[in-house]
């Protein structure tokens, strides 16, 4: 008993410590100000696609708000096999003010997004490329404010935020809290200078930097990663120049989920790819995050036998949530959800959603816009 109970505390002890690490790295990163009159940064913004004709009202419309030059972005919309009207309701848009272009992905992978990503960075002549999905909602000044980021500090990459546009429901709020500490983890890593997790619903990257680093190479065979493999890449040769943009009109909205499968394939797509991290900080972390999550999940687990004491898997659990908070705390007040509901309920199946996932992942199938990896 007093061996388990040492190994407990002491793989949540480490994991403590790590996510309080990454408290701190989140706040050395300092909150930007647009502060540039003239828009000089030309874009390019890809959207990948594959049925997702529901959702593209909103996104097409936040578009169409941007308060940006015309001539200096476009829209590539890259269709990955819709079978929906998804087309149609992109050109039947009443609003468009935007020069855009629809094309069709060419697959050469195992990965249909990084295929319709390397398709569209063929054809651009902008200088700088950025990656969003057809499910979310920006902000009017989210270019003006990467162009004044871009014109302040030189940078060869920018990672943003993203967050859930969530109900009260208990499964939107659960997906809810699990990005915010996912964006807290992202930004806290930043801070430490140990970045190796981004979003590709809201990267920018120079076009050249993309040919560069070979694009998608190496890591093609994973129906994941478009965002974190490129990013890691970068981070390796260019250090100094892969910056976090840490600005509230930079903050990309996107929808929750509405299944609970969904949800679980979804991490388990974003798990599959941790195996395969360039980053050793990114992979020990991962490693942290899992064995904190199992000895909460086996502590109960002993506790239901009777073969653990109640109050120190209580404590263990305290532990853990009052790391986690000082982490949640802070993120959520940049992101701003709307509300964040059932945070101990949250909390307490989280080990058990969480650890069920890296397992899962590990040899299991998923299913993700109607295909199966």
Partial sequence: MEIITFLFFGIVGIY????????YGFRKVAVFKNNSSELKSTFSIIVPFRNEAQHFPQLLYSFSQMDYPRSKFEVIFVNDGSTDDSVSTIQNFQALSFDYRIIDSVRKSASPKKDAI???INLLENEWVITTDADCFVSPDWLKTIDSYIQNHNPVMIAGAV??????????QFQQLDMISLQGATIGSFGLQKAFMCNGANLAYKKDLFFELGGFEGNDDLASGDDVFVLQKAVAKYPEKVHYLKSESNIVLTEPLDSWKAVFHQRVRWASKT???????GKILALIVFGGNLAIVVGLLLTLLGLFSFWSWYLLFAVKIFADFLLLNPTGKFLKPEQVRFFLISNLLYPFFSTTVALYSLFGKYEWKGRKF
Avoid at 163 to 172: G, K, T
Avoid at 275 to 281: E, G, I, V
């Fill in 163 to 172: 967050s859930f546009s969530a109900d009260e429901s208990f499964l939107q």
């Fill in 275 to 281: 195996a395969s991290y360039q980053n050793a900080f």
């Fill in 16 to 23: 403590s410590v790590f996510i309080i690490g990454l408290a």
């Fill in 118 to 120: 390397a398709t569209a």
